[in-house]
């Protein structure tokens, strides 16, 4: 183990193949090679430590070999790769623009590029962190950028792409580098201890791979750090320690802890975790992550997300179905909130606990927002077109049973009346008759309320005045008190008018008539008319006791035209484009977008 050299150096790819991760760009340049189609001038980004300067130096050495292998790969064998691998090379140079930027520098470097290169084809100029060369620096490069020797190859590799000039952009192949996945990262990691006879498993190198965030560069560093500090073997709960790294362990039992809202043995664990010199931020992304690995678990088809190692694999799965995925995203969103709060916060302790007590109650807040949406959700889903029905006032049909009392003395006194022939009774002597099934009518069971019994009393009046008037409503009649009250509404400008107008009356018995309407709205314009017309009625048609009911009738086919449904806002604007369509002209010229 004395002999151990930094795996970042030491295995560091040799060849395009060996390159972790990057398969979509080396397959691109070996083919470019093997075809002869390089460019001049390449730009490699990508976040650090994905291997941009490693493709740089194998691209370099695979140009110049004299003896590529079929695959377009350096043979390693020829004076040239032997020159390279050695760092003995004349034609490669590699330049750090972070600290040569100057303008004389990179004059320099162009003064350079006109020298044939010695001994082979091409000469290969990299500038690693190209951003950070000055505005004018970059200007005395770019000629050479533009008109570049035949020999002389570039290649510009930087971490930040947005800050290159566009005039550089275009004029370079671009090769986007991809963050190095966990599993790439833990497969290469677990070659090397294989190689270097490391003892250790698959989730101890998880540990590195998930704290080197997709740079190998950084897993290869923790690596040897972990290894000189533990002699060959490595454990979980060392690189635990080591890399102060919560256990995942945790974060389940929290979880579980949580959703049990078992708050204060929460809390105990997490005062732990703090004991532990965990920070408060560092434990909520933990956490966080591990809610995000339970909800991509949920889903059989988000599972190629979930990036853990195999045995955490299963164990997320096992977990997930526990939880609902609305518990998981409200847990996720209050973590959120939390790490926004916990840079400005001054209690930071105080901040991660406000979060775990947030979380405990999570699920009654979410049964309490559920009932709750679930009412809003009735309200609005229900269809908007409304329906009204008629109010039946206690004079237009009392309830069945004091309708068969009401309705029999009825019958019999109009039959007593007809054989006397008497045209117009008096009120006082008709009374008598109703008495003897008064009784039934207003000494009514213990179980009918004040409102029925109001109605009763209602009826018995009703009925008192039927017995008085034996004259039955007729057509003629009725048609005349409507029109005057028609016209009576016509010189109010009463906006029911219409309604009145096109309402169809019918008898429909001694005392009683229908209005038939065509649709709902007619229907709501006479109701609301109901107590001053059934004055005016009352008034205007001899017949007393008059009883009448709004009903709707077949709708009328000419009704849609003349008396439209009302329009959806939406409806509206369609209609408006119609009639004026310098108004959607307009909308198109301001680029309005509509919100109806
Ligand atoms: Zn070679």
């Known amino acids: ?96 623009a972070a600290s040569n930027n100057s303008v004389d520098q990179m004059r320099d470097l162009t003064e350079q590029v006109r020298f044939m290169p010695q001994g082979g084809a091409y000469k290969v100029y990299v500038i690693d962190e190209v951003h950070m060369l000055s505005t ?37 192949q671009i090769f986007d580098f991809k963050r190095i996945t966990l599993r790439d990262t833990i497969d290469h990691l677990s070659a090397i201890c294989q190689k270097e006879s490391i003892k250790t498993d698959e989730n101890t190198l998880q540990l590195i791979a998930q704290k080197s965030e997709g740079c190998l560069r950084d897993a290869l560093s923790l690596l040897d750090k972990l290894v000189s500090f533990s002699g060959g073997q490595l454990s979980y709960a060392q690189t635990l320690e080591h890399l102060n790294i919560l256990d995942a362990d945790l974060y389940f039992q929290l979880m579980d802890l949580l959703h049990q809202q078992k708050l204060s043995e929460a809390l105990v664990l997490y005062d732990g975790i703090h004991q532990k010199g965990f920070e408060g931020d560092q434990f909520l992304s933990g956490l966080a992550e591990c809610i995000r690995n339970l909800l991509v678990s949920l889903d059989e088809k988000a599972a190629a ?39 400005t916060a001054r209690n930071k302790r105080l901040q991660v606990e406000m979060a775990l007590i947030k979380l405990a109650y999570l699920n009654q807040a979410l049964d309490l927002s559920s009932s ?83 109605r009763d009393q209602f009826a018995q009046q009703v009925k008192e005045n039927t017995a008085a008037n034996h004259k039955t409503l007729s057509d003629e009649e009725l048609h005349l008190a409507w029109k005057q009250y028609t016209e009576r509404l016509r010189t109010q400008k009463d906006p029911a008018l219409p309604s009145f107008e096109r309402a169809r009356l019918e008898v429909a018995g001694p005392t009683e008539f229908q209005v038939i309407v065509h649709n709902n709205i007619e229907q709501r314009f006479i109701e609301q008319e109901r107590n001053a017309l059934y004055e005016f009625l009352s008034r205007h048609i001899s017949v007393k006791g008059l009883q009448f009911q709004v009903v709707l009738g077949e709708p009328d086919p000419e009704a849609s035209s003349t008396e439209p449904a009302p329009l959806s806002s939406r409806d509206q604007y369609q209609a408006m484009i119609a009639q004026y369509p310098l108004v959607e002209a307009l909308k198109e010229k301001l680029g309005l977008d509509l919100d109806y």
């Open 1 to 96: 183990m004395d002999k151990f050299i930094v795996s970042a150096r030491k295995y560091r790819p040799q060849t395009f193949e060996s390159v972790v991760g990057q398969s979509h760009i080396t397959t691109t340049l070996r083919n470019a090679i093997r075809q002869q189609h390089l460019a001049h001038a390449f730009l490699f980004c990508g976040p650090r430590g994905v291997g941009k300067t490693t493709c740089a130096r194998i691209l370099a050495k695979t140009i110049n070999c004299t003896d590529r292998t079929p695959e377009g790969e350096a043979c390693d064998q020829c004076t040239h790769c032997r020159s390279f691998n050695e760092g003995a090379s004349l034609n490669y140079f590699e330049l750090d």
């Open 136 to 172: 004018s620096a970059f200007n005395a490069f770019l000629k050479t950028l533009e008109e570049p020797p035949s020999y002389a190859i570039f290649i510009l590799a930087t971490t930040e792409k947005h800050k290159i000039l566009p005039t550089i952009l275009s004029r370079c």
């Open 305 to 343: 997300l979930l990036d853990v190692a195999e045995g955490f694999q299963e164990r997320y799965r096992q977990t997930a179905p526990r939880y609902t995925a609305g518990y998981l995203v409200s847990a996720l969103n209050l973590i959120n909130q939390a790490e926004i709060q916990f840079r």
């Open 372 to 454: 709750d949406g679930r009412s809003k959700k009735k309200m609005t889903d229900s269809p908007l077109a409304f329906r009204i029905r008629p109010i039946r006032i206690a004079t237009a049909r009392p309830d069945s049973s004091t309708q068969a009392q009401v309705t029999k003395p009825e019958a019999k006194l109009i039959l007593e009346t007809t054989e006397k022939k008497e045209p117009k009774p008096a009120t006082p002597t008709a009374t008598p008759t109703t008495t003897p099934s008064t009784p039934g009518l207003i000494t009514p069971s213990p179980k009918i309320s004040a409102l029925s019994k109001i």
